[in-house]
Nanobody
Framework: VQVVESGGGLVQAGGSLMVSCAAS????????MGWYRQAPGKEREFVAA????????SYADSVKGRFTISRSNAGNTVYLQMNSLKPEDTAIYYC????????????????WGQGTPVTVSS
């Protein structure tokens, strides 16, 4: 199983960035997928998740209305479109694959990517 994030980088406050996550080696299209982030000196926190079909999504309050999660038709790639970025969005963004998604809550699996850094300058 491989989970690989890409697309991180440096962006100015108010700008946009899309990060992607490709999962392989399993039947990921049958499961939910999620994004988490970890800022320096802080705990890893939930950002967004999507169910197996892409028909249901959930977001942390801090990103609601600014970030959009989506997944490919094949189901093994998930995207996080980040708009109106703020300096407090600076973090390593991690993808989790093959998690469980029930009633708007995402339960992560053991399958994590290595993370992609996002830096938002003020």
């Amino acid at each position: 199983v491989q989970v690989v994030e890409s697309g991180g980088g440096l962006v100015q406050a108010g700008g946009s960035l899309m990060v992607s996550c490709a999962a392989s080696g399993g039947a990921f299209s049958n499961y939910g997928m999620g994004w988490y982030r970890q800022a320096p000196g802080k705990e890893r926190e939930f950002v967004a998740a999507i169910n197996w079909s892409g028909g249901s999504t959930s977001y942390a309050d801090s990103v609601k209305g600014r970030f959009t999660i989506s997944r490919s038709n094949a189901g093994n790639t998930v995207y996080l479109q980040m708009n109106s970025l703020k300096p407090e969005d600076t973090a390593i963004y991690y993808c989790n694959a093959a998690g469980s998604y029930y009633g708007g809550t995402y339960y992560p699996s053991a399958y994590w990517g290595q993370g992609t850094p996002v830096t938002v300058s003020s």
